[in-house]
């Protein structure tokens, strides 16, 4: 049973997602959270075996986040290949950001350290 | 400095969770899922599974959306798993998924006929 539901996503967080587009009066039968739960296990099948047939294409080993950008557009989830490229964007900036930001901490530890030393 | 709400805010937050951080869904299930799909994946970029997260999100906003529909539509308030199946049996962009929920599609054909697009 550990094996099997090692390729899905649990079943409590996607119920919490399905949660947020419904009403509060909804109720969500179990067989059809489950049901939800496969399908988006599919979905990320099914999208990286796009990217990956990509990658290979040209010839690169790794699959990256603008290869399952492109790989949405193509299986027509426009909308989500879109969204996606925005959130991508942000996401990097981000790292960035945080990435100069250790650098200059760092650098301010070590001037501190040469004064002392 | 930036603040951790504004990366927050771009990942919709569903609030902070120990073991996921800030996403929704755990990012080290995701990327057993990639590997999973095809023996062809070899290498996966740090970022890919955190693309799937917010992905999935919107997979799962949509299809719960359009399977509601076919809730209320049958004036009903609980979500059943053939209401699933209906919704993707009349969304073409979700035909990689009319295998895995087939079976309960049948019953249901001829009575949405009439609400096909």
């Known amino acids: ?35 939800i739960q496969e399908c988006a296990s599919e979905f990320i099948s099914f999208v990286t075996g796009e990217a ?42 981000f790292e960035r950001e945080r990435a100069s930001a250790k650098i200059a901490a760092s650098n301010q530890n070590n001037i501190v350290h040469e004064s002392n030393g | 400095m930036r603040q951790a709400g504004m990366y927050s805010g771009i990942l919709s937050g569903g609030g902070i969770s120990g073991r996921t951080g800030p996403h929704l869904l755990p990012l080290a299930r995701i990327k057993k899922i990639m590997k999973k799909s095809s023996v062809d994946v070899k290498m996966i970029s740090g970022e890919a599974p955190l693309v799937f997260s917010k992905a999935c999100e919107l997979f799962i906003d949509e ?11 049958g004036k009903r308030r609980t979500l059943h798993k053939e209401d699933v199946a209906t919704a993707i049996a009349t969304t073409d962009v979700f035909d990689f998924l009319i295998d895995l929920v087939h079976t309960n599609t049948s019953d249901h054909v001829d009575l949405n006929e009439d609400h096909v697009l």
């Open chain 1, 1 to 35: 049973m550990g094996d099997e539901q090692d390729k899905l996503l649990p079943v409590a967080n996607v119920g919490r997602i399905m949660k947020r587009v419904l009403p509060p009066n909804a109720k969500i039968s179990k067989e059809a959270k489950e049901t």
């Open chain 1, 52 to 93: 990956s047939d990509k990658c290979q294409k040209e010839n690169r080993k790794t699959v990256n986040g603008d290869d399952i950008c492109w790989a949405l557009g193509s299986l027509g989830f426009d909308d989500y290949s879109q969204a996606i490229a925005r959130y991508l964007h942000k996401h990097r900036e």
């Open chain 2, 63 to 73: 299809l719960t959306k359009r399977s509601w529909n076919v809730t209320i539509q």
